[in-house]
């Protein structure tokens, strides 16, 4: 089975700088996806980011990036020049490309930007 | 950009009612999610849905719980006998054949039953 595994249950950061939010995962298959979402009070879950595991090229978007080790099964996320909006739950997420798309969620952590 | 609507945004219950949570998924979408999301805890999966038929269930997903998507359009999960930890938000979520692509969260439901 399995797991996802969020280290971190908050993170505080202040406007412009930037926050690393770490993830890592255990599982035994070769190919899967892995993504970052983000969760604002409202309690949407929105998109932020996705990186296939045969590419190892760290996917970019914006302001939010990450590091991806296959080897050591991380995937860490980078928000730089955090502003307020950024202010959310992170959730990472895994799923095997063998299965119907059941998604593995992180407990989540949660990023606080103060001015 | 297409999304996936859910409704209603909150429904209180009695314990011991059934109440069936609606969601309008991407129209060329052909994978079809419910998720679960106790407050504070994380998002759980319940039971994925493709070719009109469920493909994969979890644990929490039993005989209380069904799916069905009635006339092509609508995907809904309906809870027939609800419990007090029934209490949760629960989003629907859909996705094309590419996975790679990602899956489109509704807003969710959030069910409160008292």
């Known amino acids: 089975a399995q797991t996802v595994t969020q280290s971190q249950p908050e993170m505080s950061v202040q406007e412009a700088e930037t926050v690393t939010l770490s993830c890592t995962y255990d599982t035994s298959e070769n190919n899967y996806y892995l993504f970052w979402y983000k969760q604002p009070p409202s309690r949407q879950m929105i998109l932020v980011i996705r990186q296939e595991a045969y590419k190892q090229q760290n996917a970019t978007e914006n302001r939010f990036s990450v590091n991806f080790q296959k080897a050591a099964k991380s995937f860490s996320l980078k928000i730089s020049d955090s502003q307020l909006g950024d202010t959310a739950m992170y959730f990472c997420a895994f799923v095997k490309t063998d299965s119907w798309g059941k998604l593995q969620f992180g407990a989540g952590t949660q990023v606080v930007v103060t001015p | 950009e297409p999304e996936v609507t859910q409704t209603p945004s909150h429904q209180v219950t009695q314990m011991g009612q059934e109440v069936i949570l609606r969601c309008v998924p991407i129209?060329?979408?052909?994978?079809f999610y419910w998720y679960r999301q106790i407050l504070g805890q994380k998002v759980e999966f319940l039971v994925s849905?493709?070719?009109?038929?469920?493909?994969?269930k979890s644990e929490i997903f039993d005989d209380q719980f069904s799916v069905e998507r009635p006339d092509g359009s609508n995907f809904t999960l309906k809870i027939r006998s609800t419990k007090l930890e029934d209490s949760a938000m629960y989003f629907c979520?859909?996705?094309?054949?590419?996975?790679?692509?990602?899956?489109?969260f509704g807003s969710g439901t959030r069910l409160t039953v008292v």
């Open positions: 849905f493709y070719n009109n038929e469920i493909s994969e």
């Open positions: 979520a859909s996705r094309s054949r590419d996975r790679a692509i990602g899956y489109t």
């Open positions: 129209s060329n979408h052909l994978y």
